[in-house]
């Protein structure tokens, strides 16, 4: 069983869609050391760099950076 954490979410999104941890740092104008310590969740976003990463990656912040959803609010 997988736990789904925000490293997971952005992980397997930048993966779904076909981009380095490089390829994703560029295109959201942040540091690739930058993404690989949101992905091992050594560092949270600013506001700013979720919302980058959120649009190159086709999805919400709310989707990569919140908390997953639970039983009681499925």
């Known amino acids: 069983m997988t736990h789904d954490t925000t490293n997971n979410r ?9 981009l ?3 390829e994703l740092a560029e295109r959201a104008g942040i540091s690739r ?3 690989t310590a949101i992905e091992g969740e ?3 976003p600013s506001v700013a760099a979720a919302l980058a990463i959120a649009e ?8 990569l ?3 997953p959803p639970t039983i009681a609010n499925r």
């Open 42 to 44: 050594r560092l949270i």
């Open 10 to 18: 952005v992980r397997a999104r930048r993966k779904a869609v076909g």
């Open 56 to 63: 190159t990656l086709g999805g919400t912040v709310e989707e």
């Open 33 to 35: 050391t930058a993404v």
């Open 65 to 67: 950076f919140g908390n």
């Open 20 to 22: 380095s941890q490089a």
